[in-house]
C-alpha cells in the first residue's frame, strides 16, 4: 500500500495533556462509587486547541499516582478487569513506562487513575488518537 493512504481515515491529535486534579466541586458519588478527581483532556486537533472534561475519577488515596508530568502510553493489551465497562473497558494506557499504573475506566482504584465507566469512551476516543512519539500519547499531570 502507498504511504499516506489510510492517514486521511484516521483521527489524529497532538499535544494531549491529561490533567487530573482534586474536583472543585467536591466529591460526586455516581452509581454508588465515590470520585474525587477530575480528568481534564486538552489537545490539538487540525491545528486548533480543544478540551474535554472535566470527567470524575479517583486513586487509591493509600497508594495514589505520584504528584508531577507522567508519560501516558499508547495502550498495550486487552485488560480483562476492564471487561465490564463498555466497548473500550479493556484497553487501558499506562502512566509512565514501566510498573501497573494505568488510566482506565472503573470504580475500583489500586493506584491508578480511575475513571467512572459512563465517561469512558469519550476520553478513550480522544486518548487513543493521540500521538506524542512512538510510545506515548501524551502526558499525564497529577496535582492533588
Given at each position: 500500500?502507498?504511504?499516506?493512504?489510510?492517514?486521511?481515515?484516521?483521527?489524529?491529535?497532538?499535544?494531549?495533556?491529561?490533567?487530573?486534579?482534586?474536583?472543585?466541586?467536591?466529591?460526586?458519588?455516581?452509581?454508588?462509587?465515590?470520585?474525587?478527581?477530575?480528568?481534564?483532556?486538552?489537545?490539538?486537533?487540525?491545528?486548533?486547541?480543544?478540551?474535554?472534561?472535566?470527567?470524575p475519577a479517583k486513586t487509591d488515596p493509600?497508594?495514589?499516582?505520584?504528584?508531577?508530568?507522567?508519560?501516558?502510553?499508547?495502550?498495550?493489551?486487552?485488560?480483562?478487569?476492564?471487561?465490564?465497562?463498555?466497548?473500550?473497558?479493556?484497553?487501558?494506557?499506562?502512566?509512565?513506562?514501566?510498573?501497573?499504573?494505568?488510566?482506565?475506566?472503573?470504580?475500583?482504584?489500586?493506584?491508578?487513575?480511575?475513571?467512572?465507566?459512563?465517561?469512558?469512551?469519550?476520553?478513550?476516543?480522544?486518548?487513543?488518537?493521540?500521538?506524542?512519539?512512538?510510545?506515548?500519547?501524551?502526558?499525564?499531570?497529577?496535582?492533588p
Amino acid at each position: 500500500m502507498t504511504s499516506g493512504f489510510l492517514e486521511a481515515a484516521y483521527r489524529r491529535l497532538d499535544s494531549l495533556v491529561v490533567n487530573v486534579v482534586t474536583r472543585q466541586a467536591g466529591p460526586v458519588t455516581i452509581g454508588g462509587v465515590t470520585y474525587d478527581l477530575g480528568v481534564t483532556l486538552t489537545y490539538n486537533e487540525g491545528g486548533a486547541a480543544k478540551s474535554s472534561g472535566p470527567f470524575p475519577a479517583k486513586t487509591d488515596p493509600m497508594n495514589p499516582v505520584p504528584a508531577g508530568s507522567h508519560d501516558l502510553e499508547i495502550a498495550d493489551f486487552p485488560h480483562p478487569y476492564g471487561s465490564g465497562y463498555g466497548t473500550y473497558g479493556m484497553i487501558w494506557f499506562r502512566i509512565g513506562h514501566s510498573g501497573d499504573r494505568y488510566l482506565h475506566p472503573g470504580k475500583v482504584s489500586l493506584g491508578c487513575i480511575t475513571c467512572e465507566p459512563g465517561n469512558w469512551t469519550t476520553i478513550y476516543q480522544i486518548v487513543h488518537a493521540a500521538r506524542l512519539d512512538s510510545k506515548s500519547v501524551g502526558k499525564l499531570t497529577f496535582a492533588p
